[in-house]
């Protein structure tokens, strides 16, 4: 298996603008995870699908960011628009309820800047 | 408000000692906790987890420690190598599937 596949790996863009972040998680998986790493927060839950249906979007900072699963394979992460404090490490993760939830895979993430 | 706590940024043993990495908890409701372990550029990797209803979880090297009265775990590695250098995450779950990580401790194991 790939693992949980995150594109793109680096973003580097101006403040204002759109960003999307990727994220095809381990077939079969029903749960997906995105997080935000920074050094002051470390890893924060930004919100969590089951079965492509959002549970829990408590994390997400504001509204400029959000989140799409339309289908098991496939995830989006949207800030609209950027700010340079949302500069960080963006991971997506994944797991199987079966395992009750004590295993999350994560991907490579995505670091982007926001100049 | 940080549910989960690394106080130490960073720690630093020499190769074939013990490492101890600790962890401090403030949420009543986590009923499993687990470490995990980041190299630069890649995602975090489970490495153990524990059961709020034991007080000791081993595997191989890594131990990990639960003393629920205080609130407080540890992660305890013995010998340390220098593959064990990286960044490690504690977390707490409760929910059955919302895990809660610290900001993590860099370890650095050095020959």
């Known amino acids: 298996d790939a693992g949980v596949i995150q594109s793109p790996r680096h973003e580097v863009t101006e403040m204002g603008q759109e960003v999307t972040l990727r994220c095809k998680p381990i077939?079969?998986?029903?749960?997906l995870f995105w997080y935000r790493q920074t050094m002051m927060r470390g890893l924060e839950l930004l919100i969590y699908f089951n079965n492509n249906v959002p549970i829990d979007d408590s994390g997400m900072p504001e509204d400029r960011f959000s989140a799409k699963m339309p289908n098991a394979s496939f995830s989006t992460l949207k800030i609209q628009p950027s700010e340079p404090r949302d500069s960080a490490v963006y991971f997506c993760?994944?797991?199987?309820?079966?395992?009750?939830?004590?295993?999350?895979?994560f991907g490579p993430g995505t670091r982007l800047t926001v100049l | 408000d940080q549910q989960v706590k690394q106080n130490s940024p960073s720690l630093s043993v020499q190769e074939g000692r013990i490492s101890i990495l600790n962890c401090d908890y403030t949420n009543s409701m986590f009923d499993y906790f687990l470490w995990y372990k980041k190299y630069p550029a890649e995602g975090p990797t489970f490495l153990i987890s524990?059961?709020?209803?034991?007080d000791k979880n081993e595997d191989g090297r890594f131990t990990v420690f639960l003393n629920k009265s205080a609130k407080h775990l540890s992660l305890h590695i013995v010998p340390s190598q220098p593959g064990d250098s990286a960044v490690y995450f504690c977390?707490?779950?409760?929910?059955?599937?919302?895990?809660?990580f610290g900001t993590g401790t860099r370890l650095q194991v050095f020959p």
């Open positions: 977390a707490g779950r409760y929910n059955t599937d919302k895990l809660i």
């Open positions: 993760a994944s797991s199987l309820s079966a395992s009750g939830g004590k295993e999350q895979f």
């Open positions: 524990i059961s709020s209803i034991k």
């Open positions: 077939s079969g998986h029903d749960y």
